[in-house]
């Protein structure tokens, strides 16, 4: 099956600075790419997602980019702010059935 | 709309007891998951289905069941509670199951004693 593993676990970063997280993944027949954002006791929630044929997406101050021949997205959030404190967890899939997510990025924005 | 509900929110069982998760969706989405969610691990699935009448094993589907009642309802039950069983459980849906939006419930806590 899919193995996707994400880093860094922990990313402090100063307000207005950029902040990235990475991941890669194995299986070559992953063709569908989600980030999803979690706030402290809340549900998970899709920030951007990506699918193969796409090798950048930007929404506003946020950034996916996918290297499909490398196996490896990672998210860029720009002019971070204090309401973008919270845990990043990316995804992979040949579909939307069986998503496979990496471990969370806890992502703290100094003020 | 509601979107994705979930019930109950919390939990306390002691190891050996039974109980039902239940999940409903007002999206008319076809697909729906069930992940649960441990410290450290990110999500993972446990069941889903694709649509109304079907249900696939995820990753982790040892220890539990589900059911698809209609297409709004999915529910995942738990035969003998164990403590690794620990967890936050999340219900999901999507619109179809070729990379669409999964919209996610609030979540149960369940603590197995």
């Known amino acids: 099956g899919e193995n996707v593993e994400q880093h860094p676990s922990t990313l402090s970063v100063q307000e207005g600075d950029s902040a990235v997280i990475k991941c890669t993944y194995s299986d070559s027949a992953s063709n569908y790419f989600p980030w999803y954002k979690q706030e402290l006791g809340k549900r998970p929630q899709l920030i951007i997602d990506?699918?193969?044929?796409?090798g950048e997406k930007k929404d506003q101050r946020i950034a996916v980019t996918l290297n499909k021949t490398a196996k490896h997205f990672s998210l860029h959030i720009t002019e971070t702010q204090p309401e973008d404190s919270a845990v990043y967890f990316c995804a992979a899939g040949p579909n939307d059935y069986k998503l496979s997510f990496g471990a969370g990025t806890t992502v703290t924005v100094r003020a | 709309n509601a979107g994705v509900t979930q019930t109950p929110k919390f939990q306390v069982l002691k190891t050996g007891q039974s109980m039902t998760l239940q999940c409903a969706q007002d999206?008319?989405?076809?697909?729906m998951y069930w992940y649960r969610q441990d410290p450290g691990m990110g999500l993972r699935l446990i069941y889903y289905s694709a649509s109304e009448g079907t249900t696939d094993k995820g990753e982790v589907p040892n220890g539990y069941n589900v059911s698809r009642l209609n297409k709004r309802e999915f529910s995942l039950r738990l035969e003998s509670a164990a403590p690794s069983q620990t967890s936050v459980y999340f219900c999901a849906s999507s619109a179809t199951g070729l990379g669409e939006t999964q919209y996610f419930g609030p979540g149960t806590r369940l603590l197995v004693l």
């Open positions: 999206m008319n989405h076809n697909s």
């Open positions: 990506i699918r193969s044929n796409v």
